[in-house]
């Protein structure tokens, strides 16, 4: 079986990223003497690649929310910990690595590696090339993916690990039958004894301090929690659709995941496209609202307090 190889990098292409991120302007990261591009943007972290030929052909994620060394080196830890379990439970991963850097502010930051897949095989762009039969081939795969997840979770209650099952985080090539990757590891949710090992406070990290409050008290506990249940899971993978405007794929797909279920998880009640709606709704207004609130802080740190704002937001995202 196809497994993911630890990415090891040369002491030179480790300055190049401990100089990129001293050089790091995080309103403006792509104009940087070490010449990169950004491939992806999430909530928490940006995924770029350099064209300096040490760094070549793998995708970095900078991870910049840690504030000791005791921090990163216990996220290091978990995020190797998560690849093992999805690697001896059968989910594949691309090759992937963990590398240390400081800070301006003299803060440890992370670059986590991967290498570097093609564009077109990240499923949420892979479903706008192929046809709805074999988008339908695609969601079976990584339903019967993520099974494996609930599988050992089954088997072992209260230590769980939790899965992102938006097509974004997976890569697929229809022609080769044992291709589908998880490429989302940096979010190493995992539960022992019952106890989340994942530090929420990261995640509050991100958040703007006018809403910290409001977030520990209403939403923390439900993001994280929705990474658990396989239900949920699938409804957020399938309410995406209308982020990547592939509406027309919303009532196929409920059609593979609810004959999915009821054949393998009985227990499990259908998920109805009203759900769905709703979930995307609530949703986008979430993030969007988020999102706003982080560019006021932002505005607010830089500008009024003159303050750095060590982290890189997301463009305008169509939701
Ligand atoms: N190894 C890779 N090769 C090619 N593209 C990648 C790779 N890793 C990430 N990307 C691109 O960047 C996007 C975001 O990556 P990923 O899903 O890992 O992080 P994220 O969703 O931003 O995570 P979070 O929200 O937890 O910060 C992916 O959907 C993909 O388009
Ligand atoms: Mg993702």
Not at 49 to 76: D, H
Not at 80 to 85: G, K, N, W
Not at 279 to 304: G, P, Q, V
Request: glycine share 4%; aromatic share 10%.
């Amino acid at each position: 079986m196809t497994k993911a190889n630890k990415i090891r990098i040369t002491t030179n292409a480790l300055n190049i990223l401990s100089d990129f991120e001293l050089n790091l302007d995080t309103a403006n990261p792509e104009t940087n003497k070490h010449a990169v591009k950004i491939i992806g943007y999430g909530e928490m972290s940006t995924v770029f690649i350099f064209k300096e030929k040490p760094l070549a052909g793998i995708a970095f994620k900078r991870m910049a929310l840690f504030e000791t060394e005791a921090e990163a080196t216990y996220y290091e830890k978990l995020y190797l910990e998560y690849h093992e379990i999805l690697s001896k439970i059968g989910i594949v991963t691309p090759d992937y690595g963990c590398h240390k850097v400081t800070s301006r502010q003299g803060k440890p930051v992370l670059y986590l590696s991967q290498k570097l897949l093609a564009p077109e095989s990240i499923c949420h762009k892979l479903i706008h090339t192929i046809n709805i039969k074999e988008a339908n081939t695609l969601l079976l795969k990584v339903l019967e993916t993520m099974a494996k997840v609930v599988k050992y979770n089954a088997k072992n209650p209260g230590n769980e690990i939790g899965l992102d099952g938006q097509l974004s985080n997976w890569s697929f090539s229809l022609n080769k039958k044992d291709s589908l990757r998880y490429l989302d590891t940096s979010t190493p949710l995992m539960k022992k004894n019952g106890a989340e090992q994942l530090d929420a406070n990261l995640f509050l990290r991100i958040c703007p301090s006018m809403l910290v409050w409001v977030i520990k008290l209403f939403f923390l506990k439900d993001v994280v929690t929705r990474y658990y249940n396989f239900r949920l899971i699938i409804i957020d993978l399938i309410a995406n659709l209308f982020k990547e405007k592939k509406q027309e794929l919303i009532a196929p797909f409920l059609i593979i995941a609810n004959t999915y279920l009821q054949k393998n998880y009985p227990q499990i009640k259908s998920i109805t496209e009203k759900e769905i709606i709703a979930y995307y709704k609530e949703d986008a207004l979430i993030w969007r609202i988020f999102l706003l609130f982080r560019k006021i802080e932002r505005f607010f740190r830089t500008k009024i307090l003159r303050r750095p704002y060590n982290l890189i937001l997301p463009g305008k995202i169509n939701r």
